[in-house]
Every structure is written in structure tokens, then in C-alpha cells.
């Protein structure tokens, strides 16, 4: 198989070099250029400009006035209806948003198309359902009546205001709209800022939910890096921040906000996430299970698992198993419709990667299958299997953020847990057994936001996703969201 063809429309998307998209209007930004780099090459394709501190004032103060001018005021089922229309639109220039994604990103185009488009609409259509779902409650106020008077109370979910989102490369538009979509049907608007790395399907996606009848300013794009964010996240008229990236990025995202002005913020972090085999799994399960959780583009998922515990009587086996599997994987290029595994995203990461892979030996690892950058152009890496001799072992540890499934085997079910607690990050975890019994008694005790049992990495948008310990604050999905772009006022009337 080779490259699928380009559609005329990305070029030309790309010739058109927008930068930002602010009150309705895509425009040139005025800060330093960024190179936007094909992973599968290394080769520098296109750029994207910093919006400088006007730009971003600009946005802000158009999403502002798009706020208190329209939006806020809209009838909901309005608002849903311009969801579930740019939803539409979404699928319609599915394969165009695809190939702007995997060019910016390295990620397969089957999972561009399954993902960034697929799971992009799905998300949509979900918060579209929501509109006129969310509201108040009616209450009894409980203190005794002191004269005959009486009380009666209800509360009103009003939208916080103006949200700042920030989201990373790894899926660009599925996070961005996981934020938009929860803003824009809560009657929030929106200032996003994309990755430096993968600017472009977010820009793409502001065109067309213009078309989808969105009225200028309720969502506005800015590109640049972590000052671009201060800036926005600074910014005073910004009511709430809403991000996704690392741990480290995340303490500064939330430090930024509570300076600024008390700005609420949602964090969602990296994780470090185990998987426990007990010793009844089926051999045949545990392999397919490993390959699901660990290798998912590349292992550049929050949500994937790094940490594989296994009892110690099915260890060899399984990893036998996923070895004999990774050899099948086929690498390549990303627009080539037959490529199983692609190139990692970006230079800094593969570098980073790199680094892990090579020491993983002298930090308590033996690698058993890849391990190595691949000799040639772009940031390809083998996907790799590793079996650890001690808990403290570095890629026990550390978010790798990358194609990695490091082993350790145990022996009874106090010390699988002690070891899957055993991080500082608390995002997912699974466990895996036949016997649903021991799961449900085990899941209670494992320290994560998310818990799946048979299955890793499955994300729907019914149910709430979100970190405990170093993996965040707040919880996306479900009607979690609601809290966080709401505030909740009472009102309370004497007759
Ligand atoms: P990152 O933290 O480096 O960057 C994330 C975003 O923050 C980018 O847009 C970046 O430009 C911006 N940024 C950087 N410094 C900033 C600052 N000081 N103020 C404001 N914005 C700033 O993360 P990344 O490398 O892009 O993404 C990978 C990380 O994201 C991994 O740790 C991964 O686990 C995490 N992640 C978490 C989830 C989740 O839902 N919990 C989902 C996807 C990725």
C-alpha cells in the first residue's frame, strides 16, 4: 500500500495560512512564526504565528460580548441544534479533518478518521442532548417559621461566562471539543488555543461551526504556546479555565488561574495507569488487552496503561504473547491506510522517548521487544515491551507518554494492589479476571478516576472521566460537567 492522495481542500486550507480565528473571522496572527512539522518526515510543511497580547485581548473581548450579546440568552434547544448541525458538518469533512490531523500529528489516518472525526461527533451530539437538561432544583428551606411567614427556595444553573481552553497534541480536536461542546450547551463561550504542534483541525473546525449558524465570538481560536496560554488564562474577563496536558503544565495552568482572579480551573493531567492480570485470565484476552491499553497511537493516550502487573504463574506467556504480536505491527507512514503504528508526534517527545528507552537497562528494565529509533526521516521509535526487576524501576514510574508496556510480576492480590497505588498519578487503571466477584471487590480499593474491568482505554461521553491525585481536578462527560460551567445561585423568597 502507499500514501493516500491529499484532498485539494487540506492544501488548500494550508495555503491559506489563518492563524487565528477571533469574532467569526479567521486572520493572521502577529507574534513569532511556529514551524508545524510532518512527524512521518521531520520536514517543516507549514507555520503558525503566536497571537500576540492584543490578539488575545481581541478574542477574549469578542467572546465576552458574544456572551452577554447572544448566547447566553439563546433558547437551548437553539443552542443544540447548532451542535448537533456542526456535528453534522464534522462527519461531512471527516476525511479532511482526518488528514489535517495525522499531517500534524503522525497519527494513523484510520484513527484520525475513527477518533478525531468519529468520536468528535458522537461527543457533539451527546452535549447537544443536554439542552434544556440542565437546570435548578425546587427546595424546602429548613428553619422553623418565626411568625407565620413562610419560605420557599430554588436554584438556577447560570453559565460561568467566558472559558479559556487549552488543550495538548495528542487529540487535538476530540479535547477541543470535549471543552467546547460542554461550554457552548451550558451557555458559555469559548477562547481556545490549540498545541503549537497540531493547530490545524482546530482552526478548521471554527470555519465550519460558523457555517453551523455558531454566532460570531461564541468560539474563538488562538494558536502559540505555554504564553499565548498565560495570557489567555490571565486575561480578566476570563470566568473559567478548562485544561488538558501534563502534571507539570497543569500546577502552573492552576497557579496562573487562582493568581489572575480566583479563575476557577479544571486540570485534567498525565497519568501513569496500571493494568492487574490475575492468574484466571485467558491467555488469548491478556495479550489482546495489553496491545489495546499499551500501543493506541503510539501510546500517546492519557488514558493508556504503562504499568502491567501480572500474576507471577502467567507472566512468561503473556509476554511471549504481546511480543509475538508487536512483531506483526506494521510501521509506517501514517497516511498509508495498512499502517498499524506510526511515527510519535513531535521532535521534543521523540526525544524524550528516546532518552527512556535508552537508560530503561541501567533503571531496573530489561527490554524484551523494540526499544530503538527506527533509521529513517521522522520520529518513528519501535513499540516496546519491557519486563522490570524492581517496583522503583523508571518506567514503573515516570509518564512515558509513549509505546511502552513495562511488566512486573506479583503474587497475591494485597501486593497487586499495593503496586497499582504505587504512583503519584491516579487517572485509569483496569483489572482483568473471569471472576467478576474479586473484581468488584478489588476496584473499590485502586486509586484512579476511572476504573474498567476487562478493557482499557474505552471513553464514552455518558459516563464522567477525569484524574484523582497528580492526574487533576474535575471530571469531563456524564453530568459532571455541569458543575463546572455552571454556577449555581439560590434564590429564596418569603410570602
Ligand atoms: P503540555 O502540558 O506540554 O501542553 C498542553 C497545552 O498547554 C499546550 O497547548 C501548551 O501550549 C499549553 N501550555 C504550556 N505551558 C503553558 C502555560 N504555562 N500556561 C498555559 N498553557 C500552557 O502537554 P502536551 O505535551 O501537549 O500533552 C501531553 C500531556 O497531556 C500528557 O501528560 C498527557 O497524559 C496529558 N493528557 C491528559 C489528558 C486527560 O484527559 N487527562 C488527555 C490528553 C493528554
Not at 376 to 385: A, D, H, K, N, Y
Request: proline fraction near 5%; hydrophobic fraction near 40%.
Amino acid at each position: 500500500m502507499s500514501d493516500i492522495a491529499l484532498l485539494p481542500e487540506v492544501r488548500a486550507f494550508l495555503q491559506q495560512g489563518h492563524d487565528c480565528f477571533i469574532n467569526g473571522e479567521y486572520g493572521r496572527a502577529s507574534g513569532p512564526a511556529h514551524p508545524v512539522v510532518n512527524p512521518a518526515t521531520g520536514e517543516t510543511f507549514a507555520e503558525v504565528r503566536e497571537a500576540d497580547p492584543a490578539q488575545t485581548d481581541a478574542a477574549v473581548n469578542a467572546a465576552h460580548h458574544a456572551f452577554h450579546g447572544t448566547w447566553r440568552d439563546m433558547a437551548p434547544l437553539q443552542r443544540g441544534a447548532i451542535l448537533n448541525r456542526l456535528a453534522d458538518l464534522i462527519d461531512q469533512h471527516g476525511e479532511e479533518l482526518a488528514q489535517l490531523e495525522t499531517l500534524c500529528s503522525g497519527k494513523t489516518i484510520q484513527l484520525s478518521r475513527a477518533f478525531e472525526v468519529g468520536q468528535s461527533s458522537h461527543f457533539l451530539r451527546y452535549y447537544a442532548g443536554w439542552a434544556g437538561k440542565i437546570n435548578g432544583e425546587t427546595l424546602t428551606p429548613s428553619l422553623p417559621s418565626m411568625q407565620g411567614e413562610r419560605y420557599t427556595a430554588f436554584t438556577l444553573r447560570e453559565p460561568v461566562g467566558v472559558v479559556a481552553g487549552i488543550v495538548p497534541w495528542n487529540f487535538s480536536l476530540m479535547i477541543a471539543i470535549w471543552k467546547i461542546a460542554s461550554a457552548l450547551i451550558c451557555g458559555c463561550t469559548v477562547v481556545i488555543k490549540p498545541s503549537e504542534f497540531t493547530p490545524f483541525t482546530l482552526l478548521r473546525l471554527a470555519g465550519l461551526a460558523k457555517e453551523a449558524g455558531l454566532p460570531d465570538g461564541v468560539l474563538n481560536v488562538v494558536c502559540g504556546t505555554g504564553a499565548c496560554g498565560q495570557a489567555l488564562i490571565e486575561h480578566e474577563k476570563i470566568s473559567k479555565v478548562s485544561f488538558t496536558g501534563s502534571m507539570n503544565t497543569g500546577r502552573k495552568v492552576g497557579a496562573q488561574a487562582m493568581q489572575a482572579n480566583l479563575t476557577r480551573a479544571t486540570l485534567e493531567l498525565g497519568g501513569k495507569n496500571a493494568a492487574g492480570f490475575l492468574a484466571d485470565i485467558d491467555t488469548q484476552k491478556a495479550v489482546a488487552g495489553v496491545m489495546e491499553a499499551a500501543y493506541l497511537h503510539q501510546g500517546q493516550v492519557c488514558a493508556a496503561a504503562e504499568r502491567f502487573y501480572v500474576h507471577r504463574s502467567r507472566l512468561d506467556e503473556i509476554v511471549d504473547g504481546v511480543a509475538a504480536q508487536l512483531k506483526q505491527l506494521k510501521i509506517g507512514s501514517p497516511l498509508d491506510e495498512s499502517t498499524d503504528f506510526g511515527p510519535l508526534s513531535n521532535r521534543p517527545h521523540f526525544e524524550k522517548v528516546s532518552q527512556y528507552f535508552a537508560s530503561a537497562p541501567d533503571q531496573g528494565c530489561e527490554i524484551v521487544h523494540g526499544g530503538r529509533a527506527l533509521d529513517r526521516p521522522g520520529f518513528f521509535i519501535e513499540p516496546t515491551l519491557a519486563v522490570a526487576d524492581r517496583r522503583d524501576a523508571t518506567l514503573l514510574q515516570e509518564e512515558v507518554f509513549g509505546p511502552v508496556a513495562c511488566f512486573l510480576p506479583f503474587d497475591d492480590e494485597e501486593e497487586l494492589l499495593t503496586l497499582m497505588n504505587d504512583s503519584p498519578y491516579g487517572l485509569t487503571a483496569s483489572l482483568w479476571t473471569n471472576d467478576l466477584s474479586r473484581a468488584l471487590r478489588l476496584v473499590p480499593r485502586i486509586e484512579a478516576g476511572t476504573v474498567w474491568v476487562n478493557m482499557h482505554t474505552f471513553i464514552d461521553p455518558a459516563v464522567p472521566f477525569g484524574g484523582i491525585k497528580g492526574s487533576g481536578i474535575g471530571r469531563e462527560f456524564g453530568s459532571a460537567f455541569i458543575e463546572d460551567y455552571t454556577e449555581l445561585k439560590s434564590v429564596t423568597v418569603r410570602y
